[in-house]
């Protein structure tokens, strides 16, 4: 089933889309990152099954939130990162595999602005997440590693921050090669978080 309305489709439409964003290729600047296996680059509307499918497995969201992303979820996901990047300057990545371009998952910074204390309001925070047939593979340490490169040069602060379950060894275990260290631990919506940090040299 086509996932996106009748006027989204159109050169034109009662609300003056263009014939490009119809298309759904309309970008904005978004810097393309390579690694030796990955390509980092901005969401696309055509990501939005694929990006759908890895928020609704229980697998990815085990330890985010706790429960599968509905579409709905998902697709103001997708706006938030094309605003982030219009209004910032920084946000997420698509991470794709450069033999074949499969999708693997996302990963990038975000100002979100939550309501959690000890407050890192003013600090961009990393987050990333892969679908699970990807797992195992190091693709989360060489996608995060590059966009922290990317972000030492780009990040309007030197310090950058990450949020991550107690239980979610996995994603600690990819915080501590590149470089987060242990700040606080403390609650996020009712449930045990880590607040790590790490500084740019």
Not at 52 to 57: E, G, I, K, N, P
Request: glycine residues 8%.
């Amino acid at each position: 089933m086509d996932q996106f309305p009748e006027f989204m489709r159109h050169p034109a439409n009662r609300f003056g889309a263009t014939d490009q964003a119809a298309r759904g290729t309309a970008s904005l600047s978004i810097p393309e990152i390579l690694t030796p296996r990955l390509r980092l680059r901005g969401h696309r509307m055509r990501d939005f099954t694929a990006c759908a499918a890895m928020w609704a497995d229980p697998v990815v969201t085990r330890f985010i939130g706790g429960r599968p992303f509905s579409e709905e979820e998902v697709w103001a996901r997708l706006l938030r990162y094309a605003g982030h990047w219009s209004l910032m300057g920084f946000g997420f990545w698509v991470i794709e595999e450069l033999d074949g371009g499969s999708f693997v998952g996302e990963a990038g910074f975000a100002y979100f602005k939550r309501e959690i204390h000890p407050s890192i309001h003013d600090i961009p925070e990393a987050g990333w997440v892969l679908a699970p047939v990807h797992h195992g593979k190091g693709y989360a340490t060489e996608a995060l590693s590059a966009a922290l490169q990317w972000g030492g040069k780009h990040l309007p602060s030197r310090t950058t921050a990450c949020l991550i379950h107690p239980d979610n060894v996995a994603s600690l275990r990819v915080a501590d090669k590149c470089g987060f260290r242990r700040f606080c631990q403390t609650s996020y919506k009712n449930e045990p978080t880590v607040i790590l940090k790490r500084e740019r040299c």
